[in-house]
């Protein structure tokens, strides 16, 4: 029976409460090395790509500059750019916002990853309507929430001309005169449009891939509607079997009705593992690791955020606040913004208690992502059987440790997704299109 190709990558754990920065074992966030050995072990493990994400602005809470975000936000480029020397095959993919960037110069930065690395450049499309964020940029906040899916849209479409300006023959190799340029063979970049007003020239040609691979996260209607039209892949949080399936067969059906294949869509949850020698120990293990993501401070931090007041009082270990909810939504900066305070606080008391919850561990339950929690055979089994039965494509695996996190999967649970026969042996292709079945579509009309 033929079985459908599980796809895998690695995110460098950053500025999140999944990564545990106290473990002893935990290593630099900024150091160049650490990128390297998660990116070469992902590598060595035959992952589709590596995946970075981006950080504008340090978020701040109660005035403060967040805990989590002092370990620094380096620029994604740059990193991409550098690990495009130390590896070969893996792709290198990158969050750029296009609310505070030009499609000019992203295509250019993305072609030129796209040409240093050998056609292995995929850009994870974001937006943003957060005026916090955009006070770190000339324009500000002024972006209105409405607006931030057309203009991605409308950046999107300026990219691809500036990708397509160049035809494929415009390079021309010549022994006697060496390599030199057809100008007639390169299109001018016209647009005008509410967001652009674009007139010019790429400056080099289309890397390898023609673009970028396109990745998008959103689970809204518009943003599912938007990954469906212009996503090569799109990211999901959705963490149990019948969530996922509902969320594949929802994409994958938007894809169809926009004429595209839905095979070329690929869906990714995010998700944690945690291995152990017998299902009891990971289970210990996985509680361990849970309790050091959340410590007490942070649970009341997240617990202000909805309750929008100061909670330092309350023991994280006691019940939740008998208090009103205020609504005063600057509390924090660049975090998670609930549209309904006070109905998140009532769904909070509700589940503390019935499941007789302490202010910890409601968060610690309110905040776990999909995990896999077991044997590598079990954790193996599992994200076989949720590829198989359409829950996704694959997982973007997030280790809880930097730089060493990823290294016990590779070694343990690679070799049984192999031995089931959904797993490459080898790399076959030497682009990031190539490794997720998406060679040829390129190039399309923007």
């Known amino acids: 029976m033929n079985r459908k190709p599980i796809h895998l990558a690695a995110h ?35 992952f589709d790509f590596f995946f970075l994400a981006e950080g504008l ?131 001018g970049v016209e647009h005008r449009g509410p967001q652009f007003d674009v007139r010019g020239f ?37 963490s149990s079997l019948a969530d996922g399936q509902r ?54 931090a997240m617990l202000e955020q909805v309750w929008g007041r100061d909670l330092s009082g309350y023991d994280p270990d006691g019940p939740l606040p008998d208090l009103d909810v205020t609504g005063d939504a600057g509390i924090t900066q660049g975090l998670l913004r609930h549209a309904d305070p006070v109905a998140m606080a009532r769904r909070y008391r509700e589940r503390a208690q019935a499941e007789n919850l302490s202010i910890r561990e409601l968060v610690i339950a309110l905040t776990s992502r999909q995990q896999f929690v077991g044997t590598a055979a079990h954790i193996a089994a599992e994200i076989d059987r949720y590829v198989q039965a359409d829950a996704c494509d694959g997982f973007i695996l997030v280790p809880h440790l930097t730089p060493h996190g990823l290294d016990e999967f590779v070694d343990l649970v690679v070799p049984l997704l192999q031995e089931r026969g959904a797993f490459r042996t080898a790399y076959t292709g030497a682009t990031l299109r190539e490794h997720l079945g998406l060679a040829g579509s390129g190039r399309r009309a923007g």
């Open 247 to 300: 969320y594949y067969a929802d994409v994958k059906g938007r894809a169809r009705s926009y004429g595209r294949d839905p095979d070329r869509l690929k869906v990714f949850p995010a998700a944690t593992f945690v291995i152990g020698d017998t299902d009891a120990e990971a289970e210990d293990k996985a509680r361990h690791i849970r309790y050091q993501q959340v410590s007490g401070a942070t649970a009341i």
């Open 12 to 46: 460098f754990p950053g500025v999140n409460n999944t990564t545990v920065w106290t473990d002893p074992s935990a290593g630099s966030q900024v150091e160049f090395e650490s990128f390297v050995h998660l990116a070469r072990t992902a590598e060595r493990g035959l």
């Open 57 to 187: 602005r340090l978020r701040e809470h109660r005035g403060r500059i967040h805990d989590l975000d002092v370990v620094g936000r380096p620029d994604t480029f740059t990193v991409l750019a550098a690990l495009a020397a130390v590896t070969d095959r893996i792709g290198l993919t990158g969050t750029i916002n296009t609310t505070f960037n030009e499609p000019f110069e992203v295509a250019r930065q993305f072609a030129t990853l796209d040409h240093l690395s050998g056609g292995r450049a995929g850009w994870n499309v974001v937006t943003s309507s957060d005026a916090f964020t955009g006070a770190n940029f000339r324009r500000g906040g002024f972006l209105d929430h409405g607006d931030r899916y057309r203009r991605a849209e409308e950046f999107l479409a300026v990219a691809r001309q500036f990708w397509n300006s160049w035809a494929p023959d415009a390079v021309i190799a010549d022994i006697d005169a060496g390599v030199y340029v057809d100008a007639d063979r390169i299109r």
């Open 202 to 238: 790429a400056t080099l040609p289309a890397g390898p891939q023609g673009h970028p691979v396109l990745l998008q996260a959103g689970d809204s209607a518009e943003g599912r509607a938007f990954g469906a039209r212009q996503a090569d892949a799109v990211f999901t949080r959705h």
